[in-house]
């Protein structure tokens, strides 16, 4: 698959190398590494040097009141997705990484009321505000 | 003395709600303030309470000029997750018709920009030359704005009269080469408007993250079309467009040449389709539990579409990001420094889709 262009056995290496980080799973949509306690800052610096491209970011509530976060990652041809989850439904935000984490992280927080911790601005961005945060979760 | 002007979320020269506060010193830019969330509604969550077949008809709600690629990439992350492969002659059609939609997106906005630039005759021969697009649109699905053309695992209706098709085409192939590409390319009123205007340089253009004619324009070469195996694009040898200044004018170059690429793959694709079947033959499809991540390139840059499944008929989370909200952020560093007079153009070379970056 022209999928695995741009990531190489070296980038893998070092991106296994991350506080964190889990085995990668290769899949019909790229490479996926399922790790609850990745460290993201590290993760997303790493990802920023290597020219990464945040796609976006996919909140998934969970039952348990936590969040899963999907990073969505671009490198050269290849997509790479690391799954990473809430603690207290709180996460380290990325927002002063990539600037493009910016309004994501805005939107999960409005939607899934997430608090990303470090967040220069988590003022409502989609979200109207008659409506709570998280309202997402509600089913 | 600094001074803040506040465009919108209603104003003449804004097509869809949205607000600008520009912080300017004198006739210069100093920074921007951008809301968005006025056309918010919640499709995602909607998606969530519905079944795979409503989806469709309400993905193809989230934009109104690329209804099309919303379809396209959430019936193809459906397949994903499902195991279906689409027959050939729907992959043909897909393509054909994601294509004619860029052609007409890329038309409007280029209507657009030569409105704002004041060029009113190129603004007409433009909007006529739509026409064309627009109704072979028409033609093939009965409809001008929402298709209804894919379905899981294919697409509804087929091409039949291709010979009309591609002489429609022809005709509209003929007006890019004579009027509007060497208009956009060459005319010294669009040069002197656009040149040095609304910089955005490949750094910053990959900290924004931006897709589509914009990271292009900027030197990123990045389209999901070369980027990545979906539909046809490799055998009809999809051909990259980008340029490097990273001013509007790249932004109107990029997208000009675009049109003849996509004219070119319609005719391609319009002489090599194969025959056979249009749509898997099962009218009811199951989808087991699992995940994907799905990408296509709309008019104006990369969709993705996140799709999981827990096995029911209502998927359990579906995930929509459309180029424009990651495009938009991007004003800021293409804003500061500029005259407050460019900030609609600077703005309208985005080409931003307002519906869908609050979905």
């Given amino acids: ?139 | 003395m600094p001074y803040k002007i506040p465009i919108g979320p209603y104003h003449p020269s804004l097509d869809e709600p949205y607000k600008t506060i520009v912080h300017c010193k004198g006739e210069k830019i100093q920074g921007i303030d951008i809301d968005i969330g006025f056309n918010f509604r919640a499709i995602e969550l909607l998606a969530q309470r519905r079944n795979y077949i409503q989806d469709l008809t309400l993905v193809e709600r989230v934009c109104g000029i690329c209804s099309c690629v919303h379809t396209l990439t959430y019936a193809l992350a459906v397949e994903s997750v499902a195991g279906i492969e689409t027959p050939p002659r729907a992959q043909y059609i897909r393509l054909i018709m994601a294509e004619l939609e860029r052609l007409h997106s890329h038309l409007l906005w280029a209507g657009v920009a030569a409105e704002l630039i004041g060029f009113q005759t190129l603004f007409m021969e433009v909007f006529a030359l739509r026409e064309w697009v627009m109704d072979v649109l028409e033609s093939i699905s009965g409809n001008r704005v929402n298709y209804a053309i894919n379905c899981i695992g294919g697409v509804n209706r087929d091409i039949i009269d291709t010979a009309a098709v591609r002489a429609a085409i022809c005709e509209t192939r003929k007006g890019l080469e004579k009027d509007v590409v060497p208009v956009f390319l060459h005319n010294p009123t669009v040069r002197a408007r656009t040149e040095g205007v609304g910089l955005l340089t490949r750094d910053e253009g990959l900290d924004y993250g931006v897709v589509g004619p914009v990271a292009r324009a900027s030197g990123i070469a990045s389209d999901v079309r070369s980027d990545q195996l979906y539909l046809v694009y490799d055998e009809l040898g999809f051909q990259i467009v980008t340029a490097r200044e990273g001013d509007v004018r790249a932004r109107v170059v990029v997208r000009a040449l675009e049109m003849l690429e996509s004219v070119r793959l319609i005719e391609e694709a319009l002489k090599r389709m194969p025959g056979g079947p249009i749509r898997v033959p099962e009218l009811y499809l199951e989808v087991p539990p699992g995940e994907a991540v799905v990408r296509a390139e709309a008019p104006r840059g990369e969709v993705v579409y996140y799709l999981a499944s827990d096995g029911s008929d209502t998927p359990a989370r579906v995930k929509i990001r459309t180029p424009t909200f990651v495009n938009i952020p991007s004003v800021r560093a293409m804003s500061v420094g500029q005259d407050l007079a460019d900030m609609p153009l600077i703005q309208a070379a985005l080409d931003p889709c307002y519906s869908c970056t609050d979905r």
């Fill in chain 1, 1 to 139: 698959m022209r999928e695995e262009i741009g990531v190489t056995s070296a980038f893998k290496a070092q991106l296994l190398a991350l506080p964190g980080a889990t085995a990668l799973e290769t899949r019909r949509d790229g490479l996926w590494m399922l790790a609850p306690e990745i460290d993201v800052v590290a993760m997303a610096t790493f990802m920023h040097r290597a020219e990464g491209r945040l796609s976006t970011v996919t909140g998934v509530a969970r039952e348990d009141g936590e969040t899963d976060l999907i990073y969505h990652y671009i490198i050269g041809r290849g997509a790479i997705n690391v799954k990473a989850r809430t603690k207290g439904n709180g996460i380290a935000s990325i927002a002063n990484v990539t600037q493009s984490a910016n309004w994501i992280e805005r939107e999960i927080h409005d939607l899934y009321s997430v608090n990303f911790v470090g967040h220069p601005d988590l003022s409502p961005l989609v979200r109207p505000v008659q409506l709570p945060e998280g309202f997402f979760r509600e089913r």
